[in-house]
């Protein structure tokens, strides 16, 4: 899988981001393209109200693309990100790597609408997570 990486976010902010979406790339095995947009929680608040009709920021979407080759795109909110990794008690590299992972499986069609999809998308997030390292630590 190849991830584009587009940084909106334009901070530092403690995660070598590459070396994660190598890793989650090659954890996939697929020829297909995905676009990660790092972002802050100005910009995901907007998108969330313009296209998902809720008025707050969030952590992660992912929209689908309809094409052969191309998944879609992720937007990671990096300021969600940090305050969750710090709310969670684990490193902003591990909630890198959720959010990553956790947008992914949406372009895949995984969705936690109801309580039999969460448990199957959570189930197979942590299985991904741990298989790359990044282990929930609470």
């Known amino acids: 899988m190849e991830i584009n990486l587009y940084d909106n976010y334009q901070k ?17 095995g697929t020829e297909k393209t995905v676009s990660l947009i790092l972002t802050d929680d100005a910009e995901i608040w907007s998108l969330n109200r313009q296209f998902r009709g809720v008025d707050r920021p ?3 979407l992912s929209f689908p ?7 879609g795109d992720i937007f990671i909110s990096v300021d969600r990100l940090l305050a969750q ?3 969670y008690g684990h490193s902003a590299e591990r909630e890198f ?3 990553l992972v956790h947008g992914l499986l949406h372009l ?17 997030q942590e299985e991904i997570l741990n298989a790359l390292g990044y282990r929930r630590i609470k």
Do not use: C, N, R, W
């Open 108 to 124: 895949m069609g995984y969705d936690h609408h109801d309580p039999e999809q969460e448990q199957e998308m959570f189930t197979k």
């Open 97 to 99: 790597a959720f959010l």
């Open 12 to 28: 530092p902010f403690g995660v070598e981001a590459g070396e994660i979406m190598t890793k989650v790339g090659e954890y996939f």
């Open 65 to 71: 693309a309809d094409e052969e080759e191309y998944l």
């Open 58 to 60: 969030t952590d992660v």
């Open 85 to 87: 990794a710090e709310e």
